[in-house]
């Protein structure tokens, strides 16, 4: 079973900077196309870091704590301080989070979810096997996914779990999905293809949970894997004869 891949969820055109973009031109550029962050890359689009409203705001607020602190030793010590240079942030390059958390084409929607739980990021430049930029997936274009219509959901647990993975016919499993639970009903032949229902639907896009209601005929879990495969593609053969 295959989660749906970055490539086709990523936006391939994107909005970038280079390490020398002032910070003000990126909080302009921000605002202009209405996005919450832009990765900093190099003039071949080998991603660099990324620079994010966050940081932006962090950096202002940081700023502005150090300049009341300058302001009131001044106040204090008017003749033993001096007001000295900002070394804030000024560019990206400056400013970046780095190395940017970044993601491959092929990678999955699921891969991307857990990457941005895991970094804490809500948008990951995507990146082809030499570091260029190809393309970026958000939050919302994971959520898009993961967030699929239940009659969605329904049609291909239908489809690539009951008919393409196990062979069976539609009428044998029964699939009723609910805010993204899966209920499996109905009786099959064997324990490993009830079981095999669950953890393959629990694998499509969309799946928040499994429900198991499914009974079977025969307990196969005894036999060798291997035989339970042999057993169970030469009883599908005989059935299409």
Known sequence: MKHQLISQVMTTEVVTVEPRTPLKEIARTLARHGIGGVPVVEP??????????SDLVLRNV???????????????????????????????????SAPAAVIGPKRTVVDAANMMADSGVGRLPVVDDEGRLVGIVTRRDVL??????????????????VVRALWLAPHLVGV???????????????????????????????????VDKLRYR??????????????????????GL
Do not use: C
């Open 44 to 53: 071949d689009n080998t991603v660099l870091g990324m620079v994010t409203e």
């Open 62 to 96: 940081a700023h502005e704590e150090r300049a009341s602190w300058h302001r009131g030793m001044r106040g204090k010590h008017r003749n033993q301080h001096r007001h000295g240079r900002d070394n804030g942030a000024r560019t990206a390059g400056m400013l970046m």
């Open 144 to 161: 898009g996914v993961l967030r699929r219509p239940d009659a969605d959901v329904r049609a291909d647990v239908i489809d690539e779990v």
């Open 176 to 210: 009723e999905v609910r805010d993204g639970v899966v209920m499996l009903s109905g009786t099959l032949e064997r324990r490993s293809d009830a079981a095999a229902a669950v953890r393959l639907s629990g694998q499509v896009d969309g799946v928040v949970a499994v």
């Open 218 to 239: 025969e307990d196969d879990s005894h036999r060798p894997p291997a035989e339970r495969a042999l057993r169970g593609v030469s009883e599908e053969w005989l059935r």
